[in-house]
């Protein structure tokens, strides 16, 4: 009965899914879902990315959190539009869904925006089953979190579009092996792996490339 | 109805939880739950945990992950009778709950045991609702997720009977603040805080007094 009702709430997700990626694609937005464990720097790394790339590419925030408003003000102050999800006032959710994405979206000007990153709750688990209407994945580790991390939390990373390895300059205090990651990595997915620091802006320069690669890949298409 | 079915299992969980209690209390073991995000270092605490007490105090441990055998493995090479739970063999859950550690007690000679440590799925959120019959629960933050955690994830925070902060060796290379995080942590919970680093060994005293503590108040009570 627990797989059935599961899987019933996970086919209403996915049309409520569908019904934001048509609610996106008529605004030209790609959407990226962004996934992680609490305190791998998802926020900071949009920050760093509002930071360079915005408003030359125009991006959006939807912030999903249990508790505290924090993370859209974070993003606020760097000029993006942001909204705040917080997830305890809807039932304390471990993860977001498409209902909560789209009514999310009823508080921005899609018009203004390209690029829509949605920084999921602070989880390496439970984000992974639930789209929300998302065209890229993205997920985020963290060198202080160890190699093991795609091979312990694998149907994750196989989701990802692009894996964001975060807090490189922690790599010297650390025994995190990067060639470990790579093959534990590898072992589930093909996506392209950013190794950078949001604190130090080392290496971010191959992460924003792609970000804004997936503009022009998917925005403003005819 | 989702709340209705959540309502369901989660009184089955504390059924099956009251019958894991109970077999552990004829067994004279303290049961700790071991919750904590991916990565920070609830393993290597259990680890360096082992190498100092056991077996003058006899640790047991039941791992809790997603995928793969290595956090038992890494148990086992430290002398201590140790199961492997890998969820993804029954359903992939995000978190242990009471029937999976009754299918896990059974693979343990509980007699041999004083202290059972229970260590959950890597994940901040959902462990927290699930009761597995344990006596105590123990929430392991670690500087580099940051100093907001426990505002972020306020539930977890709440129900914890003591708090490890793990990885203080990384203090002086990261911007975490040990006030604005005690800060935090005492707006939702007056349990102990173990600043440690499992690593280096720093702090580890406090932590160890006090799982040995528990042993005395507890275990083999008449």
Redesign the interface.
């Known amino acids: 009965?627990?797989?059935e009702?599961l899987e019933r709430?996970l086919k209403v997700n996915d049309a409520l899914a569908e019904e934001v990626r048509a609610a996106l694609d008529r605004a030209g937005i790609v959407a990226v879902n962004v996934i992680g464990?609490?305190?791998?720097g998802k926020t900071a790394l949009l920050e760093q990315t509002a930071a360079v790339l915005h408003p030359r590419v125009r991006l959006g925030v939807i912030e999903g959190?249990?508790?505290?408003t924090?993370d859209a003000e974070r993003l606020v102050r760097c000029g993006v539009p942001a909204v705040q999800i917080e997830t305890?006032l809807v039932?304390?959710a471990?993860h977001l869904d498409a209902s909560l994405v789209r009514m999310a979206l009823a508080r921005l000007r899609l018009e203004e925006i390209e690029v829509l990153f949605v920084e999921n709750?602070?989880?390496?688990?439970?984000p992974s089953a639930y789209g929300l209407g998302e065209h890229l994945r993205v997920v985020v580790a963290?060198?202080?979190?160890?190699d093991?991390?795609p091979?312990?939390?694998?149907?994750t990373f196989a989701r990802a579009s692009a894996v964001v390895l975060n807090?490189v300059?922690?790599l010297p205090?650390?025994?995190f092996s990067m060639a470990a990651f790579a093959e534990s990595l590898r072992a589930v997915s093909a996506a392209p792996l950013f190794p950078l620091s949001a604190?130090t802006g080392e290496g971010l320069g191959g992460w924003l490339a792609w970000v804004e690669a997936q503009r022009a890949d998917w925005g403003r298409a005819p």
């Open positions: 009965m627990r797989v009702v709430i464990s609490p305190g791998s959190d249990i508790a505290t924090r305890r039932g304390g471990c709750v602070g989880n390496l688990v439970c963290s060198v202080p979190e160890g093991d991390k091979a312990k939390y694998p149907a807090k300059d922690l205090v650390t025994d604190r």
